[in-house]
């Protein structure tokens, strides 16, 4: 991981990073810019609900541990399907 953020620790920088991932792709689906059957989407999806679903855990946030979790058994769902279409 990069420098620290001041004032923020490791776990937070974390959640920040799963955080952007998610929001970022979601901004340019709706943008147009991204559209939800790509790769990218799917895989900043995952990978930033994974990140952030730890740091719930972490911290015990048991609704975020739900929201996240679901969040990223879709995001897995489709992402197979996305596998399985383009074999």
Avoid: H, K
């Amino acid at each position: 991981m990069s420098a620290p953020v001041a004032g923020l620790d490791p776990l937070q920088q974390v959640s920040l990073i799963g955080a952007v991932m998610q929001l970022a792709v979601y901004a340019l689906m709706q943008l147009g810019r991204l559209p939800t059957q790509s790769y990218p989407y799917q895989l900043a999806n995952v990978v930033g609900s994974l990140l952030m679903m730890v740091v719930a855990t972490v911290n015990r946030e048991y609704g975020f541990i739900l929201l996240e979790g679901v969040w990223c058994f879709t995001s897995v769902i489709g992402l197979a399907r996305l596998v399985r279409s383009r074999a």
